[in-house]
């Protein structure tokens, strides 16, 4: 299936007549604020968007597709099976677990906020407090790294949240 290659469009404006905030949005606009706006009012219309769209795919990034597995150093992680293998020898993997390292495998090299990957892994919403998102990611840390205190596969992105590398290369 095609994915889509957009970038979401948030128009900034002073206009707020109804006539061109409708322009607006039939010109392509996916959300239209007018001038004066908080900022907070910004972000949370900014992570409205973002909820609304899908991912966007980084340029050059490997894609899957409809790719029913993927190989990344010693590892295949079969889509259709849902198991990962080291070297052909299974590695358990628990539903969430293997939601969690899908989500991060469908989109290589581009960095996920734990937001996306909560909607993307489990289907709802990242809460705060919630640690398990990043429980699932030591555990698959454990799974696949060298060495899960130094990561190369599954980064963190201070302030952001995580990427996956295949190749380990940052």
């Known amino acids: 299936s095609a994915r889509t290659k957009t970038v979401p ?33 910004l972000l949370a219309r900014i992570h409205a968007v973002l909820r609304r769209r899908p991912v966007v795919e980084m340029p050059g990034a490997p894609s899957l597709g409809d790719s029913e597995s993927m190989v990344f150093g010693d590892f295949k992680l079969d889509f259709g099976t849902r198991s990962l293998s080291k070297n052909g020898q299974d590695m358990p993997l628990t539903s969430g677990e293997f939601a969690m390292l899908k989500a991060l495998a469908r989109h290589p090299k581009l960095p996920m906020t734990r937001e996306k990957l909560a909607q993307l892994a489990r289907g709802r919403d990242f809460e705060p407090f919630d640690r398990s998102l990043d429980v699932q990611i030591s555990r698959l840390r454990k799974l696949i790294e060298v060495d899960p205190a130094s990561p190369k596969i599954i980064q963190t992105v201070w302030g952001v949240g995580y990427v996956f590398v295949p190749d380990g290369k940052p």
């Open 9 to 41: 469009i948030l128009m900034l404006t002073a206009r707020g007549d109804e006539a061109d905030r409708v322009a607006g949005l039939d010109a392509g606009a996916d959300d239209y604020i007018v001038k004066p706006f908080s900022p907070r009012e």
